[in-house]
């Protein structure tokens, strides 16, 4: 996934928080938390590209995990259960949820490790092929970024029909 993650993170937070009563300011601290945690597994790009030097696939490293992430999203859990139901307990919600859900849209393309520590193999719904150059456009002509652009879209709308029409 290259451009659906953050608007994939905005639709989950919002569907989330639709019927919720918060402020809008509130609604906005969920958002944000919401909307980093739909990012939150590719920040590990910094130390692949600035320590890592391109040596192994930044989805090989435990941010990529899915373990951990259902770990913060079981803790996330437990302590909106224990706190209620503030704006904390629900941005840390959306945060492990958006990033568990990161690794959902990965796997449509890139290879996920879901079963590790148990075993190191990935898992992918698709095979992208390296036919072209740049190697961006093998991302770009496979059939998994229209599911990108229909992702987009719906941000695209949802977000219009929050700001224009109401």
């Not at 919002?14 to 601290?29: D, Y």
């Not at 391109?54 to 999203?73: C, E, F, I, K, T």
């Not at 503030?86 to 949820?97: A, H, K």
């Amino acid at each position: 996934m290259f451009i659906a993650h953050l608007p994939a993170g905005y639709l989950v937070t919002k569907f989330v928080c639709r019927n919720l009563r918060m402020s809008a300011e509130v609604k906005n601290k969920v958002m944000a938390s919401g909307l980093l945690g739909a990012i939150a597994p590719d920040l590990d790009l910094f130390y692949w590209s600035l320590v890592d030097r391109y040596r192994d696939h930044h989805h090989s490293y435990w941010s990529h995990y899915p373990v951990a992430w259902l770990l913060l999203l079981l803790t996330s859990h437990i302590l909106f259960r224990v706190h209620g139901k503030g704006y904390r307990s629900y941005g840390l919600l959306l945060f492990s949820l958006n990033g568990f859900f990161h690794l959902i849209l990965d796997s449509m393309a890139g290879e996920i490790r879901w079963l590790m520590p148990f075993e190191n193999s990935g898992y992918s719904l698709a095979m992208i092929l390296p036919d072209y150059s740049p190697w961006f456009l093998n991302f770009i002509l496979h059939w998994t970024f229209l599911v990108e652009i229909s992702i987009v879209a719906l941000c695209c709308l949802s977000l219009y029909r929050s700001i224009i029409v109401r």
